[in-house]
């Protein structure tokens, strides 16, 4: 079993509809990274946290400590938010244990 | 500013022969990662330095791979007589401090091929 798991592995969604990727790790972590890679391959931090609610615009990240979860949600997804999405524990200093990643496909 | 920069950004050689993998991080971050990333998958951690210490080399997967980073800045990643299996985006990220407060920013990652 990953230390990091993540679900769904794909997924698909028509514009405008609010999407959930969810994330379960099983290692002891300073904070749980959400990023994001781009079709190009580039890769693109979008939350760090280590307790309750983060907001960036329409991401929305959460994590539950004691149930060791953590979920990212889109709100009124687009078809540019069509991307790779992968959660990651970091542990101390920073070393970051990848989940297996999600591609998320947004459709017009 | 400029972001983390690698180079370089594909490489391709013949079983047996030895690469650098530069990485150049963003200006004054004390913290680098190397990580590896085979198609498909998600990256995967192979070492960590604290200015120039290489504090965590636990996930360079043999003797063949090694990784130094001397002023403190531009880091090299060498892997001896590749093999096939060594085919992967190699990548690089920095942090301004410690990794587990702080941001990581990714570089663009180097293709390495081993035909």
């Known amino acids: 079993k990953n230390e990091v798991e993540q679900s769904p592995q794909n997924l698909t969604a028509q514009e405008g509809e609010f999407i959930t990727i969810n994330c379960s790790y099983s290692?002891?972590?300073?904070?749980l990274h959400w990023l994001q890679q781009h079709p190009g391959g580039g890769i693109v931090s979008l939350f760090m946290?280590?307790?309750g609610k983060k907001k960036h615009g329409r991401l929305i990240a959460t994590i539950n400590i004691q149930e060791k979860h953590s979920s990212l949600h889109i709100t009124a997804s687009h078809p540019r938010d069509s991307a790779v999405y992968i959660c990651?524990?970091?542990?101390?200093?920073?070393?970051?244990?990848f989940g297996q990643g999600t591609i998320l496909t947004v459709h017009p | 500013g400029a972001g983390v920069s690698q180079s370089p950004r594909y490489k391709v050689t013949k079983r047996g022969q030895d690469v650098a993998l530069r990485c150049d991080p963003i200006?004054?971050?004390?913290?680098l990662y190397w990580y590896r990333q085979a198609l498909g998958q998600g990256p995967e951690f192979l070492t960590y330095?604290?200015?120039?210490?290489?504090?965590?080399k636990s996930g360079l997967p043999n003797d063949r791979f090694s990784a130094e980073r001397p002023e403190g800045s531009i880091s090299t990643l060498t892997i001896q007589r590749t093999e096939q299996r060594d085919s992967a985006m190699y990548r690089c990220?920095?942090?301004?401090?410690?990794?587990?407060?702080?941001?990581?920013?990714f570089g663009p990652g180097t293709r390495l091929t081993v035909l």
């Open positions: 290692v002891g972590i300073s904070a």
């Open positions: 990651a524990a970091g542990t101390s200093y920073g070393k970051l244990t």
């Open positions: 200006s004054g971050h004390v913290s």
């Open positions: 990220a920095s942090s301004l401090q410690r990794g587990d407060t702080d941001t990581q920013y």
């Open positions: 330095f604290n200015y120039e210490a290489q504090q965590d």
């Open positions: 946290l280590s307790s």
